[in-house]
């Protein structure tokens, strides 16, 4: 007789080395595309914008993104970066960041962005 396989986060910890977010898109398929965008360029640090600009490309269009200082520091738990190591920190959180901008541009009704990531975005 087989056993019920339960659903969602429980069954990471069944599965060795499958994280959450795979063992969920596996299981659940209407959000088997869990990052529909790719890795694109870092672009620079705006500091009169108080962002870091990136892009992430979508079936090869290019989509423009950003994140706030704030939405980072946030992430990252800290608020004492100077300008010159801003592009350092989206590099340490680069993984989390693409995968919140690509799920908010799944969310959004526009499919070619820009997908702009605030604070509240990555509200726990």
């Not at 499919?111 to 509240?120: W, Y």
Request: charged residues 30%; aromatic residues 4%.
């Amino acid at each position: 007789m087989k056993r019920p396989v339960s659903r969602g986060r429980a069954q990471a910890r069944e599965l060795p080395g499958l994280d959450a977010v795979t063992v969920y898109s596996a299981t659940n398929p209407k959000r088997s595309n869990v990052m529909p965008l790719e890795r694109g360029e870092v672009h620079r640090y705006d500091m009169d914008r108080m962002i870091v600009e990136f892009t992430m490309l979508k079936q090869g269009r290019v989509i423009s993104c950003a994140i706030s200082t704030a939405a980072m520091d946030n992430i990252e738990g800290r608020s004492d970066l100077k300008a010159d190591h801003r592009v350092d920190q989206f590099m340490r959180l680069r993984d989390v960041i693409e995968e919140r901008a690509s799920k908010k541009l799944s969310e959004q009704n526009q499919s070619d962005g820009p997908v702009i990531l605030r604070s509240n975005d990555f509200a726990k």
